[in-house]
């Protein structure tokens, strides 16, 4: 192992140059170094040490005052002014001087260069290389004679196969042989260790930049949509592995974008003439140091701007069933239109008969319109992205029509009687009612008696008036009152229709039977 360097000077001629040894003086990092002087118990004032410009101590016969950056590392021999260093690194390689001020005022000076190495180096073939391409040898050199090497990758032992990886040593050096070098070979960072039967020593940390890649892009998202939504947040990203990073440019259909960097945002694509396009976006990553390069799956998609304020316009006037034309007409503000759809009343618009669809789907004619045309209508203009919708209250005027009276038709003295007239009719119809041709003071659609008398039977007529349409529809309910208990017993028309058919079918079975067995009994020959 490294030796400690000690500069022994013999007594001799008192001449400045003589005071400090013949240099280059080398010693080992983590080590000690003396340098002493010719000097035997001199008189002097003061005995001053630099490296290179800075002052290391300063010696007088009372004191010693050690520089901050070497207090706890140096120490001076009062006696001769001999100067100890320990714990050497690289930083202490430089130039050391020595001053002593005698106490007749006279100066001696003296200059020695020391030189710092380690005891163990590693160098490589190549300062870098390239993954797979690239042969490295790596030596790690030993000052001294050493009986044992090894190789480390960070704290794991390097295993060589003599194939790809091959050793080779002597006493003073070992080399490592990597061919066609890996990423994961050399993570660093890699050490080199010597031992002999008394010390062993380890080399400072060593790193080999091994450049690769790039590798296979993923290209996110997975899924790419065939439409996109103008203005939307989405981005394209491409993400590969590659030492040194790898630059990433952008194509739209072979055509490069003004953009570089893994991420695509959609507001680049819009600034992009074809954006309305469908179109093949990839991503190319690029390695300077490995010249190679590599291109991710396409990723192919159109930018739709989504459809905003659609609207619907119809006819502002009274429209009279038989008379009157309607136009719907649907439009959008903005967007790309795709699928135009109407409803009523929440079943498709079919056309035919009275009503046209226009060819571009953007308008709904009925001629003449009917009463069966009332509703609710919309449109709904829809894209891939988007979807909005408008709507229109079609009232057709009409009626009244199909006027009808429900209620009893006959009633017993004192039972209540209630009388409901119904119509067909838009806007809905007035009510009046006629006992026995004599108009009478109800004007709703329904004709309430408490408590039914005798007077009370004869024909009561309701009449349906629309104010609009101008027009009178009626319908005539016959009431009988009858005496009490009268009504008691007697069976309803269904009643007695339901019992004449139990009875039909239970003959119709009888008869059947009937027939059955007569053609099961064998008949007996008169012979």
Avoid at 181 to 206: I, M, Q
Avoid at 267 to 275: D, N, Y
Avoid at 431 to 444: E, H, I, M, Q
């Amino acid at each position: 192992m490294a030796r400690v360097v000690s500069v022994l000077f013999f007594l001799g001629c008192c001449a400045a140059r003589n005071i400090l040894p013949p240099d280059p003086v080398d010693a080992i990092v983590g080590k000690n170094v003396t340098f002493r002087t010719l000097l035997d118990k001199p008189a002097f004032l003061v005995i001053i040490w630099k490296f290179q410009s800075e002052r290391i101590l300063t010696l007088s016969p009372t004191s010693v005052n050690v520089n901050a950056p070497y207090e706890g590392r140096v120490s001076v021999d009062e006696q001769n002014g001999s100067l100890h260093l320990s714990a050497l690194t690289k930083d202490d390689s430089g130039d050391y001087s020595v001053s002593v001020v005698a106490e007749d005022g006279s100066t001696e000076d003296g200059n020695i260069q020391l030189r710092v190495a380690e005891s163990l180096v590693i160098r490589s073939s190549v300062a870098e290389a390239v993954e797979h391409n690239d042969t490295v040898v790596l030596t790690c050199t030993a000052i001294g004679s050493f009986q044992k090497f090894t190789w480390l990758n960070g704290t794991t032992p390097i295993t060589v196969d003599g194939k790809r990886l091959v050793l080779k040593e002597n006493d003073t050096s070992s080399q490592l042989t990597i061919a066609g070098v890996l990423r994961t070979d050399l993570p660093g960072p890699v050490y080199c260790t010597a031992t002999n039967k008394v010390d062993t020593d380890k080399s400072a940390p060593f790193s080999l930049p091994v450049h690769y890649g790039p590798d296979p892009i993923a290209l996110t998202p997975a899924d790419v949509p065939r439409f996109v939504r103008a203005g939307a947040d989405f981005n394209l990203t491409c993400s590969t592995r590659s030492s040194p990073a790898a630059t990433i440019t952008w194509y739209q259909n072979q055509t490069m974008l003004e953009i570089a960097g893994p991420v695509l945002p959609l507001s680049v694509v819009q600034r992009h003439p074809l954006w309305q396009h469908m179109s093949t976006y990839t991503c190319r990553a690029a390695n300077a140091k490995t010249r190679r390069q590599v291109s991710s799956r396409g990723a192919p998609f159109s930018v739709i701007e989504p459809v905003l304020g659609v609207n619907m316009s119809g006819p502002s006037g009274v429209l009279m069933a038989g008379n009157s034309t309607a136009n719907l007409s649907c439009r959008a503000t903005a967007g790309t239109v795709m699928t135009r759809t109407w409803l009523k009343d929440g079943k498709p618009v079919v056309g035919g008969g009275r009503v046209t669809l226009a060819a571009d789907g953007g308008s709904v004619m009925i001629a003449p319109l009917q009463k069966e045309d009332n509703g609710e209508y919309q449109c709904q203009f829809a894209n891939p992205v988007s979807s909005q919708k408008a709507s229109y209250k079609m009232v057709v005027i009409f009626g009244p029509e199909a006027v009808a009276v429900s209620g009893k038709s006959a009633v017993e003295v004192k039972d209540a009687v209630t009388l409901t007239c119904s119509a067909a009719s838009v806007p809905p119809a007035n009510f009046t009612w006629k006992f026995n041709g004599t108009l009478t003071d109800v004007k709703t659609a329904t004709y309430v008696i408490g408590e039914a008398v005798y007077k009370n039977t004869g024909a009561y007529m309701c009449q349906a008036h629309n104010a609009v349409t101008g027009k009178t529809a009626m319908h005539t309910h016959n009431l009988s009152v009858k005496e009490e208990g009268t009504l008691q017993g007697v069976l309803s028309d269904g009643a007695i229709a339901g019992i004449i058919i139990g009875i039909l079918v239970a003959l119709g079975l009888a008869i059947g039977v009937i027939l059955y067995c007569r053609q099961k009994v064998p008949v007996e020959s008169p012979y």
